[in-house]
């Protein structure tokens, strides 16, 4: 079992950055793929970014590349998501996930844990 718990979600002005962190704790946190996803009203969740295991390898919607960026720190179990420049499009419920066998890397079915979601919403 892993739990992840997101923090750093809030209310920002169109523009503006914020930085979510998600921690985790439970089996070896260096074992996962971890990855970013996202909801907003009325729609599906929506692939956001993700990092693998190691760190070295990292992929973005197209939506939010160049203005976000996914790191992770093995050693203090927690991965983070950085973004900037954010517009209203960007407000949704965000949510980090784990995953150990996981193919595109892209899809929410190849995730096997996940936090209970953070809201990030942004004013114009």
């Known amino acids: 079992q892993v739990r992840l718990v997101e923090s750093g979600g809030g209310l920002v002005q169109a523009g503006g950055s914020l930085r979510l962190s998600c921690a985790a704790s439970?089996?070896?946190?260096?074992?996962?793929?971890m990855g970013w996803f996202r909801q907003a009203p009325g729609k599906e969740r929506e692939f956001v970014a993700t990092i693998s295991w190691n760190g070295r390898s990292t992929l973005y919607a197209d939506s939010v590349k160049g203005r976000f960026t996914i790191s992770r720190d093995n050693a203090k179990n927690t991965v983070f998501l950085q973004m900037d420049n954010l517009n209203t499009e960007d407000t949704a419920v965000y949510f980090c996930?784990?995953?150990?066998?996981?193919?595109?890397?892209?899809?929410?079915?190849?995730?096997?844990?996940w936090g209970q979601g953070m809201q990030v919403t942004v004013s114009s």
């Open positions: 439970g089996r070896a946190f260096s074992d996962y793929h």
């Open positions: 996930a784990a995953g150990r066998n996981v193919y595109t890397r892209k899809s929410s079915r190849e995730y096997d844990y």
